[in-house]
């Protein structure tokens, strides 16, 4: 249920406006495949810097993609897959949208970039900006820190809070946890509608968080 109202809120927001937020914000999404987390500093209400983090539920190719813009226009786009078959690609672009420099690497060997690829991925940029716009509108927010007794959570920024999970959220936690020997870190999202988890993983989420100073 909570699921649906996030979902409800963000069709809802798109003649809302975002400017009484802060520049550097974080916000996330469930998608067919997995959870995709967004980070985002605007400056002077334009975007200026986004990341895009997309972890499969299946599988270890977590896609991480850095995109800037100057002025309104695309300038770049870094997009890093990890896991068994790593991919590196980085395009820029000058101030009239054309490509100057674009390079990729898979699995260690440089491969050449087809005018098609980069069309899809200029695309992606537009799309994912969208998509942050919206979830902005509906102020639906992404959480992140370790897990501790009692259903607290341990944020990134260091503060001690319990998120109104629903239970079997918790079940799960707790049962990740229990086959753990560290604490897990997770990933919710917090909206006017509700709370919902994203993510719950071993690995430590605050050591790679984006910070709003160098961001």
Same mark, same amino acid.
């Given at each position: 249920?909570?699921?649906?109202?996030?979902?409800?809120?963000?069709?809802?927001?798109?003649?809302?406006?975002?400017?009484?937020?802060?520049?550097?914000?974080?916000?996330?999404?469930?998608?067919?495949?997995? !959870?995709?987390?967004?980070?985002?500093?605007?400056?002077?209400?334009?975007?200026?810097?986004?990341?895009?983090?997309?972890? #499969?539920?299946?599988?270890? !190719?977590?896609?991480?993609?850095?995109?800037?813009?100057?002025?309104?226009?695309?300038?770049? *786009?870094?997009?890093? *897959?990890?896991?068994?078959?790593?991919?590196? *690609?980085?395009?820029?672009?000058?101030?009239?949208?054309?490509?100057?420099?674009?390079?990729?690497?898979?699995?260690?060997?440089?491969? !050449? @970039?087809?005018?098609?690829? @980069? +069309?899809?991925?200029?695309?992606?940029?537009?799309?994912?900006?969208?998509?942050?716009?919206?979830?902005?509108?509906?102020?639906?927010?992404?959480?992140?820190?370790?897990?501790?007794?009692?259903? +607290?959570?341990?944020?990134?920024?260091?503060?001690? @809070?319990? #998120?109104?999970?629903?239970?079997?959220?918790?079940?799960? *936690? +707790?049962?990740?946890?229990?086959?753990?020997?560290? =604490?897990?870190?997770?990933? /919710?999202?917090?909206? =006017?509608?509700?709370?919902?988890?994203?993510? @719950?993983?071993?690995?430590?989420?605050?050591? /790679?968080? #984006?910070?709003?100073?160098?961001?």
């Amino acid at each position: 249920m909570k699921y649906i109202l996030l979902a409800f809120s963000i069709l809802l927001a798109g003649c809302s406006s975002h400017s009484t937020l802060p520049d550097f914000t974080a916000s996330g999404y469930l998608a067919d495949r997995g !959870a995709v987390r967004i980070w985002r500093k605007d400056n002077q209400q334009q975007v200026a810097h986004m990341k895009t983090v997309f972890s #499969p539920f299946n599988g270890d !190719a977590t896609e991480m993609t850095d995109y800037t813009w100057q002025d309104g226009k695309l300038v770049s *786009i870094e997009r890093h *897959i990890a896991g068994g078959h790593p991919d590196d *690609i980085t395009l820029r672009f000058d101030q009239q949208g054309q490509l100057n420099f674009m390079q990729r690497q898979l699995q260690g060997r440089r491969e !050449a @970039v087809s005018t098609d690829a @980069v +069309a899809l991925y200029t695309f992606d940029a537009q799309r994912m900006l969208k998509i942050s716009d919206a979830l902005l509108s509906g102020r639906v927010m992404l959480k992140q820190g370790q897990w501790s007794a009692e259903g +607290a959570v341990k944020t990134c920024q260091g503060q001690l @809070v319990k #998120p109104a999970l629903d239970d079997s959220s918790l079940r799960y *936690i +707790a049962q990740r946890q229990a086959n753990s020997r560290q =604490p897990v870190s997770i990933a /919710w999202l917090e909206a =006017p509608e509700g709370t919902q988890l994203l993510l @719950v993983a071993n690995e430590d989420y605050c050591q /790679w968080e #984006p910070q709003e100073e160098g961001f």
